[in-house]
């Protein structure tokens, strides 16, 4: 089980402390709470942690002071800053000290969880090291496979990680390309400084300039502050952008600018910042082609793919899928309560003869689904083609749709089989949701509730229910 992330809250004003720590605790984040800021030095470098948030004014030692010694001590720890004094140019000045980002007193709860959040990620792929298979200890986040394909691209990446170039990392979706940058981040002279990565197709069209550079305050509606971007978090350090072939047109013109020039200006701002970053992109699709139906700018790929490392489809490397399984099959034993997972070695062969158009991605989720459903026994043949067959039902929601659903157990009602068509369609989609939250989740029982829209009580009674082990998916 993935433990929950750790903050370190650090507020003199023991209401709003009380308040925070109340609402945090129950999203799910562990918090340690101190009123000073020499105590939450002390703490933040004594103690482990994955998120620092912090007021501006404090007794012992001021918030800002406290960004700058953390930074030069743990550059990899993200620093949050609250405050309701003094100007933005004070919160600009902590994030030029090393400050991951800030929010202005009053804020929107939703607004500092959803911040805190990202900090939590971007703390993972930082400080998670990426090693690999068989140096990692179980459940920890590898490099997996021994095939000539994998060595090559291992070997690219101890070639190039230390050397100032942007690399452009291309494969399938589901290969593995934001481990591959994780990895080069590491191994890189820049492994001290921040990792920001963002997906360029999760952000919406009209957001994605802002996402990036950062905005003024009225630069457009709802821009009620100035805003850093991606960009100037990640100064001194490494951004990756993940699915860059989904960078909309205008975007890539400002973005060709910056790595050209490495400097910007936000949205709806006049001043050049400057910024030392280097630049790892990753995408599926066929840039080329692209250029050729004249979605994306040729002069940018030239600039991104100075290194290009290409990573092969699960189907080209079938001799790997056997030790990808005992991968996964040790990252998850705990989380599902099986401490010794068994699979059968005719089960392995029918999964390695499986053409996975996900790749290693549909892999691991398959072999989740396995140990959900093997309740502390023997993986055999059986159990694959059940798993087999649900994921093929993910894969073609067409043939196997809740309409389809819908109308097959009518029949059955219509013949006198069954009376109550209504609450089994009910179970079954819930059954489903509630599965593959809890699943997506990696059984954190506060994301998934919050993503269902039901409260943890009510989602255990649930997990209950369905026979998914609630207690293996308990927090500490």
């Known amino acids: 089980m993935v433990p929950p992330p750790g903050i370190l809250l650090i507020e003199d004003d023991t209401g709003l402390a009380a308040n925070l720590r109340d609402v945090l605790t129950d999203e799910g984040f562990k918090v340690t709470l101190c009123t000073r800021g020499d105590e939450g030095l002390r703490r933040a470098t004594s103690e482990e942690c994955d998120i620092v948030l912090t007021d501006l004014r404090l007794p012992g030692m001021g918030g800002l002071e406290l960004i700058r010694q953390l930074h030069a001590t743990q550059p990899r720890l993200p620093v949050v800053l609250m405050t309701a004094h003094g100007t933005v140019e004070t919160a600009i000045e902590a994030t030029k000290l090393g400050a991951y980002d800030y929010l202005q007193k009053p804020f929107e709860m939703l607004e500092l969880i959803g911040l805190l959040h990202r900090a939590a990620d971007a703390s993972r792929l930082m400080r998670e090291p990426v090693m690999l298979a068989a140096e990692a200890p179980a459940g920890r986040t590898a490099l997996v496979g021994n095939s000539r ?26 290969t ?19 990792f920001i990565a963002i997906n360029c197709a999760a952000v919406p069209e009209n957001l994605i300039e802002s996402e990036l550079f950062g905005h003024e305050r009225g630069s457009f509606t709802g821009a009620d502050r100035r805003r850093i971007g991606r960009f100037e978090q990640a100064n001194k350090g490494t951004l990756f952008l993940d699915e860059i072939g989904d ?13 050209q020039q490495q400097t910007f200006q936000r949205v709806g701002g006049t001043e050049m910042i400057s910024v030392d970053v280097r630049v790892l992109a990753a995408t599926h699709r066929d840039l080329e082609a692209m250029i050729g139906e004249g979605k994306f700018r040729e002069d940018l790929l030239h600039r991104l793919n100075v290194v290009t490392i290409q990573l092969p489809p699960l189907r080209e490397r079938r001799e790997d899928i056997p030790v990808l399984i005992q991968h996964f099959l040790k990252k998850y034993a705990a989380e599902f309560g099986n401490e010794s997972p068994a699979i059968g070695a005719d089960a392995l062969a029918v999964l390695q003869a499986e053409p996975w158009p996900g790749n290693i991605r549909e892999l691991e989720n398959v072999t989740r689904r396995l140990l959900l459903a093997a309740r502390g026994l023997s993986i055999g043949v059986d159990a694959v083609r059940q798993a087999l067959a649900a994921r093929t039902s993910d894969r073609t929601p067409a043939a196997n749709s809740l309409p389809a659903l819908a109308a097959a157990l009518l029949a059955r009602a219509q013949h ?17 949701v509630v599965t593959q939250a809890i699943l997506l989740a990696q059984g954190n029982q506060a994301k998934a509730s919050r993503w269902l829209g039901l409260s943890r009580f009510t989602l255990r009674e649930k997990l209950k229910q369905f026979g998914l082990h609630p207690g293996q998916h308990e927090e500490p």
Do not use: F, N
């Not at 593995?176 to 820049?190: F, M, P, T, V």
């Not at 006198?416 to 489903?432: K, N, P, S, T």
């Open 149 to 174: 394909a994998m060595q090559g691209v291992c070997k690219e990446i101890g070639r190039v990680a230390a050397k100032p170039v942007t690399v452009l990392i291309r494969g399938e979706t589901g």
């Open 176 to 194: 593995g390309k934001e481990l591959i940058a994780r990895a080069l981040y590491q191994h890189s002279d820049r492994s001290k400084a921040a």
């Open 247 to 259: 960078l909309p047109p205008h975007t890539q013109v400002k973005l060709l600018r910056v790595l």
């Open 416 to 432: 006198g089989e069954l009376h109550d068509a209504h609450a089994q369609v009910i179970a079954e989609a819930e059954r489903e």
